[in-house]
Nanobody
């Protein structure tokens, strides 16, 4: 069973940076496609970015140029580096994982079989 645990959230001022992490256990992270999603208060959960198991990364328009996804496979950890943060980035951030045989739309929640509990990121204005 794959388990995902996010960490690193908190409070940051607008314009600041934050890095959140997602530790994977139960399966090597390099055998999983992994995504970041977020859910702001009163809104539906939305796609942020995706890291394929072969190394490609893809981002939502809202994250391009500001967010970067990386992996440390030796630590089985996925990262989301967020720069130039805005108040509208305030949300609970979730990491999610899907097995490599799933090749559907990486921005769709239904593609993912495993989810973390989420970490709160709050950006103050």
């Amino acid at each position: 069973q794959v388990q995902l645990v996010e960490s690193g959230g908190g409070l940051v001022q607008a314009g600041g940076s934050m890095r959140i992490s997602c530790a994977t256990s139960g399966r090597a992270s390099n055998s999983l496609g992994m995504g970041w999603f977020r859910q702001a208060p009163g809104k539906e959960r939305e796609f942020v970015g995706y890291s394929s198991w072969i190394g490609g990364t893809f981002y939502a328009d809202s994250a391009k140029e500001r967010f970067t996804i990386s992996r440390d496979n030796a630590k089985n950890t996925l990262y989301l580096q967020m720069n130039s943060l805005k108040p509208e980035d305030t949300a609970v951030y979730y990491c999610a994982a899907r097995p490599t045989w799933k090749t559907g739309s990486y921005f769709s929640e239904t593609e993912y079989e495993y989810w973390g509990q989420g970490t709160q990121v709050t950006v103050s204005s």
